[in-house]
Nanobody
Framework: QVQLVESGGGLVQAGGSLRLSCAAS????????MGWFRQAPGKEREFVAA????????TYADSVKGRFIISRDNAKNTVYLQMNSLKPEDTAVYSC????????????????WGQGTQVTVSS
């Protein structure tokens, strides 16, 4: 059974940094795209960043480009989201997701989801 477990969320001041982790288990993820989405209160879930498991390709939402970095540690089967220069508008529940095949920002096309971790950025 595939499991994605996020951790690393918390409260941080604007301008600060956080690193989210997504521990993946239950299968090998070669051939998968791994992604991060977020959902702010009262808003729809939106795409944040994605990468192929090999690490050869990454993509980011315009709102986080240059501030966030997605990466993975093969030995730990873990995907990370390094978030720098955080803004209050980054406040949301961040969820890790996995999809076999190509990338899409359409969330319903993703196969597996974690439970989410709260990130709160104070001004």
């Amino acid at each position: 059974q595939v499991q994605l477990v996020e951790s690393g969320g918390g409260l941080v001041q604007a301008g600060g940094s956080l690193r989210l982790s997504c521990a993946a288990s239950g299968r090998t993820f070669s051939g998968y795209v791994m992604g991060w989405f977020r959902q702010a209160p009262g808003k729809e879930r939106e795409f944040v960043a994605a990468m192929v498991w090999s690490g050869a390709w990454t993509t980011y939402a315009d709102s986080v480009k240059g501030r966030f970095i997605i990466s993975r540690d093969n030995a730990k089967n873990t995907v990370y989201l390094q978030m720098n220069s955080l803004k209050p508008e980054d406040t949301a529940v961040y969820s890790c997701a996995a999809r076999y095949g190509g990338y899409t920002a359409y969330e319903r096309a993703w196969d597996y989801w974690g439970q989410g971790t709260q990130v709160t950025v104070s001004s």
